[in-house]
């Protein structure tokens, strides 16, 4: 059972890409969609944002889902995004996450979103929306 059990989540519409630009490269314009993700580091620019929105010359890896857990959390909040990634580790199911100011959010591979969405229902997380 999760550490959270019952922490609700939802799955966001549509296909998502995580796309790697040059540290130093300009804002991605393309960069648009319900939800997008730019975070720079001294050594890149990462984009997450609706996939058909990338131009196939940007170096990304497509065919992402977004499940967003339904927030916001105290900052003080412990064990949530570990009560998440925990069972999905031991089902296999890859993920990549994203934290903003009220909540988290877990990318999965399009093929591995059934997957993703029975583990975490099995762990006692609830899917809303």
């Given amino acids: 059972m999760a550490e959270f059990p019952g922490?609700?989540?939802?799955?966001?519409p549509g296909q998502f890409a995580v796309c790697r630009l040059g540290r130093n490269a300009p804002w991605p314009e393309w960069a648009r969609g319900s939800f997008v993700n730019v975070t720079v580091t001294e050594?890149?620019?990462s984009v997450v944002c609706a996939?058909?929105?990338v131009p196939k010359t940007v170096t990304a890896e497509r065919e992402w889902r977004v499940l967003k857990i339904v927030g916001p959390f105290a900052?003080?909040?412990t064990g949530v995004l570990a009560s998440l990634a925990a069972p999905l580790a031991q089902a296999g199911v890859s993920l990549l996450s994203i934290a903003t100011y009220?909540?988290?959010y877990l990318?999965?591979?399009s093929?591995?979103?059934e997957k993703a969405v029975a583990t975490l229902t099995a762990a006692g997380h609830v899917r809303v929306g």
């Fill in 43 to 45: 050594e890149e620019m």
């Fill in 75 to 77: 900052f003080t909040a």
């Fill in 51 to 53: 996939a058909e929105a």
């Fill in 111 to 113: 093929e591995s979103l």
């Fill in 7 to 12: 922490q609700h989540f939802r799955v966001l």
């Fill in 107 to 109: 990318l999965v591979k």
């Fill in 102 to 104: 009220d909540t988290d």
